[in-house]
Protein backbone atom coordinates (compact mmCIF):
# COMPACT_ATOMS: atom_id res chain seq x y z
CA UNK A 1 0.00 0.00 0.00
CA UNK A 2 0.85 3.51 0.09
CA UNK A 3 1.11 4.07 3.80
CA UNK A 4 1.88 2.10 6.95
CA UNK A 5 -1.54 0.29 7.46
CA UNK A 6 -2.52 -0.81 10.89
CA UNK A 7 -5.49 -2.93 11.95
CA UNK A 8 -7.95 -2.68 13.91
CA UNK A 9 -8.46 1.22 13.97
CA UNK A 10 -9.98 0.44 17.56
CA UNK A 11 -9.95 -2.76 19.82
CA UNK A 12 -12.12 -3.16 23.07
CA UNK A 13 -11.47 -5.36 25.14
CA UNK A 14 -12.06 -7.02 28.96
CA UNK A 15 -9.04 -7.15 31.56
CA UNK A 16 -7.52 -10.62 31.35
CA UNK A 17 -7.54 -11.32 27.39
CA UNK A 18 -5.17 -11.39 24.63
CA UNK A 19 -5.19 -8.74 22.41
CA UNK A 20 -3.22 -8.95 18.60
CA UNK A 21 -2.35 -5.98 16.56
CA UNK A 22 -1.47 -5.60 13.13
CA UNK A 23 0.93 -3.62 11.00
CA UNK A 24 1.60 -3.16 7.41
CA UNK A 25 4.96 -1.17 6.82
CA UNK A 26 5.25 0.72 3.48
CA UNK A 27 6.58 -1.91 0.52
CA UNK A 28 10.16 -2.05 0.38
CA UNK A 29 10.83 -0.80 4.14
CA UNK A 30 12.95 -2.88 5.84
CA UNK A 31 12.93 -1.10 9.63
CA UNK A 32 9.89 -1.37 11.50
CA UNK A 33 8.81 0.35 15.00
CA UNK A 34 6.06 0.12 17.59
CA UNK A 35 5.32 3.01 19.78
CA UNK A 36 2.65 3.34 22.24
CA UNK A 37 0.79 6.93 23.41
CA UNK A 38 -0.75 6.74 26.21
CA UNK A 39 -3.27 10.62 26.21
CA UNK A 40 -1.64 13.43 25.92
CA UNK A 41 1.35 12.17 25.92
CA UNK A 42 4.23 11.67 23.70
CA UNK A 43 5.32 8.50 21.75
CA UNK A 44 6.70 5.86 23.88
CA UNK A 45 9.28 3.45 22.33
CA UNK A 46 8.18 0.06 22.24
CA UNK A 47 9.89 -2.48 20.01
CA UNK A 48 12.52 -1.90 16.58
CA UNK A 49 12.71 -4.63 13.80
CA UNK A 50 15.43 -4.43 11.24
CA UNK A 51 13.82 -7.13 8.61
CA UNK A 52 12.17 -10.21 10.81
CA UNK A 53 15.30 -9.33 13.60
CA UNK A 54 14.30 -7.31 16.85
CA UNK A 55 17.84 -5.98 17.75
CA UNK A 56 16.31 -3.21 19.88
CA UNK A 57 13.27 -4.18 22.21
CA UNK A 58 13.94 -2.56 25.68
CA UNK A 59 10.74 -0.46 25.51
CA UNK A 60 8.16 -3.45 25.73
CA UNK A 61 7.50 -2.70 29.68
CA UNK A 62 6.78 -6.17 30.81
CA UNK A 63 6.79 -9.95 29.55
CA UNK A 64 3.14 -9.93 28.46
CA UNK A 65 4.17 -7.94 25.53
CA UNK A 66 5.62 -9.48 22.66
CA UNK A 67 5.93 -9.11 18.84
CA UNK A 68 6.89 -10.32 15.70
CA UNK A 69 8.04 -9.51 12.24
CA UNK A 70 7.37 -12.72 9.36
CA UNK A 71 9.12 -11.93 5.96
CA UNK A 72 10.33 -8.84 6.20
CA UNK A 73 7.09 -7.18 6.47
CA UNK A 74 4.16 -7.62 8.47
CA UNK A 75 4.55 -7.33 12.40
CA UNK A 76 2.04 -8.62 15.22
CA UNK A 77 2.51 -6.67 18.13
CA UNK A 78 0.53 -9.12 20.75
CA UNK A 79 -0.70 -8.50 24.51
CA UNK A 80 -1.23 -10.96 26.52
CA UNK A 81 -3.35 -10.89 29.69
CA UNK A 82 -4.35 -7.19 29.11
CA UNK A 83 -4.44 -4.87 31.70
CA UNK A 84 -6.24 -1.31 32.21
CA UNK A 85 -2.80 0.50 32.00
CA UNK A 86 -2.61 -0.70 28.81
CA UNK A 87 -5.29 1.70 27.06
CA UNK A 88 -3.21 3.53 24.49
CA UNK A 89 -2.82 4.62 21.03
CA UNK A 90 -0.41 1.55 19.35
CA UNK A 91 1.73 3.02 16.89
CA UNK A 92 3.66 1.42 14.08
CA UNK A 93 6.18 3.01 12.03
CA UNK A 94 8.44 2.06 8.98
CA UNK A 95 11.64 3.54 7.36
CA UNK A 96 13.95 2.86 4.86
CA UNK A 97 17.44 1.10 6.29
CA UNK A 98 18.63 3.06 8.77
CA UNK A 99 22.09 4.39 8.30
CA UNK A 100 21.99 5.78 4.89
CA UNK A 101 19.98 9.00 6.05
CA UNK A 102 16.72 8.44 5.81
CA UNK A 103 15.78 7.55 9.61
CA UNK A 104 12.78 9.38 9.31
CA UNK A 105 9.37 7.37 10.17
CA UNK A 106 6.09 7.04 8.34
CA UNK A 107 3.52 6.23 10.90
CA UNK A 108 0.11 4.34 10.81
CA UNK A 109 -2.54 5.93 11.96
CA UNK A 110 -2.85 3.35 15.18
CA UNK A 111 -4.61 1.14 16.84
CA UNK A 112 -6.48 2.62 19.96
CA UNK A 113 -7.13 -0.05 22.73
CA UNK A 114 -9.35 0.43 25.50
CA UNK A 115 -9.22 -2.18 28.02
CA UNK A 116 -12.35 -2.26 30.37
CA UNK B 1 19.48 9.54 30.68
CA UNK B 2 18.09 10.20 27.08
CA UNK B 3 14.78 12.80 27.27
CA UNK B 4 13.46 15.26 25.29
CA UNK B 5 11.27 17.58 26.81
CA UNK B 6 8.85 20.57 25.55
CA UNK B 7 8.78 24.22 27.67
CA UNK B 8 5.12 24.81 26.88
CA UNK B 9 2.45 22.40 26.38
CA UNK B 10 -0.28 24.59 24.41
CA UNK B 11 -0.05 27.33 21.77
CA UNK B 12 -2.41 29.58 20.64
CA UNK B 13 -2.18 32.15 17.86
CA UNK B 14 -4.06 34.32 15.33
CA UNK B 15 -3.93 33.03 12.14
CA UNK B 16 -1.51 34.60 9.65
CA UNK B 17 1.03 35.09 12.72
CA UNK B 18 4.21 33.12 13.17
CA UNK B 19 4.40 30.20 15.60
CA UNK B 20 7.34 28.96 17.51
CA UNK B 21 7.50 26.12 19.66
CA UNK B 22 10.30 24.44 21.75
CA UNK B 23 12.18 21.84 22.73
CA UNK B 24 15.03 21.13 25.00
CA UNK B 25 16.98 17.82 24.65
CA UNK B 26 19.11 16.22 27.40
CA UNK B 27 21.20 13.83 25.09
CA UNK B 28 24.54 15.60 24.02
CA UNK B 29 25.22 12.97 21.77
CA UNK B 30 21.79 13.05 19.40
CA UNK B 31 23.29 14.11 16.38
CA UNK B 32 19.69 13.68 13.77
CA UNK B 33 16.28 15.33 15.12
CA UNK B 34 13.28 15.04 13.56
CA UNK B 35 9.80 17.39 13.77
CA UNK B 36 6.01 15.56 13.63
CA UNK B 37 2.77 16.78 13.40
CA UNK B 38 0.22 15.05 14.57
CA UNK B 39 -3.95 15.36 14.03
CA UNK B 40 -6.14 14.18 16.19
CA UNK B 41 -6.65 10.77 14.92
CA UNK B 42 -3.85 10.20 12.91
CA UNK B 43 -0.06 9.01 13.05
CA UNK B 44 2.15 11.58 13.62
CA UNK B 45 3.48 13.00 10.18
CA UNK B 46 7.01 13.87 9.18
CA UNK B 47 7.74 17.69 9.22
CA UNK B 48 11.64 18.75 8.95
CA UNK B 49 14.57 17.15 9.92
CA UNK B 50 17.64 18.77 10.79
CA UNK B 51 21.50 16.71 11.79
CA UNK B 52 23.53 17.90 14.54
CA UNK B 53 26.40 19.53 11.88
CA UNK B 54 23.65 22.24 10.85
CA UNK B 55 22.18 25.07 12.49
CA UNK B 56 19.32 25.80 10.67
CA UNK B 57 16.97 24.00 7.95
CA UNK B 58 14.33 25.26 6.31
CA UNK B 59 11.44 23.95 4.55
CA UNK B 60 7.85 25.28 3.06
CA UNK B 61 7.03 27.79 5.64
CA UNK B 62 9.03 25.90 8.46
CA UNK B 63 12.27 26.89 9.87
CA UNK B 64 14.05 24.16 12.63
CA UNK B 65 16.51 25.65 14.76
CA UNK B 66 19.31 24.10 16.72
CA UNK B 67 21.83 25.54 19.21
CA UNK B 68 23.80 22.48 20.74
CA UNK B 69 25.34 24.74 23.04
CA UNK B 70 21.99 25.05 25.04
CA UNK B 71 20.58 21.57 24.21
CA UNK B 72 17.78 23.47 22.33
CA UNK B 73 15.36 22.64 19.44
CA UNK B 74 12.69 24.77 17.76
CA UNK B 75 10.26 24.77 14.86
CA UNK B 76 9.41 27.89 13.10
CA UNK B 77 5.87 28.12 11.12
CA UNK B 78 5.42 31.19 8.99
CA UNK B 79 1.88 32.83 8.48
CA UNK B 80 0.23 30.09 10.23
CA UNK B 81 -3.08 28.74 8.85
CA UNK B 82 -6.11 26.75 10.61
CA UNK B 83 -4.83 23.97 8.97
CA UNK B 84 -1.24 24.21 10.91
CA UNK B 85 -3.27 23.14 14.19
CA UNK B 86 -2.36 19.92 15.57
CA UNK B 87 0.20 18.27 18.37
CA UNK B 88 3.78 18.95 17.69
CA UNK B 89 6.58 16.85 18.61
CA UNK B 90 10.44 17.17 18.43
CA UNK B 91 12.03 13.74 18.64
CA UNK B 92 16.02 12.75 18.61
CA UNK B 93 18.01 10.20 17.98
CA UNK B 94 21.05 9.45 19.73
CA UNK B 95 22.95 7.40 17.20
CA UNK B 96 22.93 7.36 14.07
CA UNK B 97 23.49 3.97 12.42
CA UNK B 98 22.12 2.44 15.48
CA UNK B 99 18.93 1.10 16.55
CA UNK B 100 17.46 3.88 15.17
CA UNK B 101 15.17 4.54 18.05
CA UNK B 102 13.39 7.77 18.32
CA UNK B 103 12.91 9.59 21.14
CA UNK B 104 9.70 11.84 21.60
CA UNK B 105 8.50 14.99 23.72
CA UNK B 106 5.49 15.14 25.06
CA UNK B 107 4.27 17.28 22.40
CA UNK B 108 3.04 21.02 22.10
CA UNK B 109 -0.55 21.53 20.95
CA UNK B 110 -0.82 24.26 18.35
CA UNK B 111 -4.54 26.35 18.26
CA UNK B 112 -4.51 28.67 15.24
CA UNK B 113 -7.32 31.15 15.81
CA UNK B 114 -8.97 32.36 12.56
Redesign the interface.
Given at each position: GAG?SQSPSNKVTEKGKDVELRCDPISGHT?L?W?RQSLG?????LI?FQGNSA??K??LPSDRFSAERTGGSVSTLTIQRTQQEDSAVY?C?S?LV??TGA????????TQLSVL | GES?GLHLPTLSVQEGDNSIINCAYSNSASD?F?W?KQES??????II?IRSNMDKRQGQRVTVLLNKTVKHLSLQIAATQPGDSAVY?C?E?PV????????????TKLTVNP
Amino acid sequence: GAGVSQSPSNKVTEKGKDVELRCDPISGHTALYWYRQSLGQGLEFLIYFQGNSAPDKSGLPSDRFSAERTGGSVSTLTIQRTQQEDSAVYLCASSLVPGTGAEKLFFGSGTQLSVL
Amino acid sequence: GESVGLHLPTLSVQEGDNSIINCAYSNSASDYFIWYKQESGKGPQFIIDIRSNMDKRQGQRVTVLLNKTVKHLSLQIAATQPGDSAVYFCAENPVLGGSEKLVFGKGTKLTVNP
